[in-house]
C-alpha cells in the first residue's frame, strides 16, 4: 500500500503563488510516474503536470510557463510550484502515483483557491 500526503494548499490572490507538496510512503512500491491532477466544481478532473522516474516532466498545454513540477532526491516527494495564479486555477488538486505495477494511488486532495 501506499500513502500519499498533500500539502500546501491555501486561499491566495489573483497573480499569487502557491507551492503544493505530496510525499509518497509504503513499503515495496516502485514509483512510474507522480504528479498532479485537478477538479474544479462541476469539471472533470484534468491533468497538471507530472514527472516519470527518469525525471520526464508534462505538462497541461495551458499551464506551461506557470506551473513547474519538481521532486526530491529521494525521488519520493514531488513538489508543485504554480505562478501567476488565475481564478480559473481554483480547483482541488489530488496528487497520484503509478507504479510499475500499474496501480495507481491518489492523496485525499488540497484545495487551491485563487480569488480576491
Known amino acids: 500500500q501506499v500513502q500519499l500526503v498533500e500539502s500546501g494548499g491555501d486561499s491566495v490572490q489573483p497573480g499569487g503563488s502557491l507551492r503544493l507538496s505530496c510525499a509518497a510512503s509504503?513499503?515495496?512500491?516502485?514509483?512510474?510516474?507522480m504528479g498532479w491532477y485537478r477538479q474544479a466544481p462541476g469539471k472533470e478532473r484534468e491533468l497538471v503536470a507530472h514527472?516519470?522516474?527518469?525525471?520526464?516532466?508534462n505538462y497541461a498545454d495551458s499551464l506551461k510557463g506557470r506551473f513547474t513540477i519538481s521532486r526530491d532526491n529521494a525521488k519520493t516527494t514531488v513538489y508543485l510550484q504554480m505562478n501567476s495564479l488565475k481564478p480559473e486555477d481554483t480547483a482541488v488538486y489530488y496528487c497520484?502515483?503509478?507504479?510499475?505495477?500499474?496501480?495507481?494511488?491518489w492523496g485525499q486532495g488540497t484545495q487551491v483557491t485563487v480569488s480576491s
Open positions: 497520484y502515483l503509478r507504479t510499475w505495477g500499474a496501480v495507481s494511488y
Open positions: 509504503g513499503s515495496d512500491f516502485s514509483i512510474r510516474v
Open positions: 514527472i516519470s522516474s527518469g525525471g520526464i516532466t
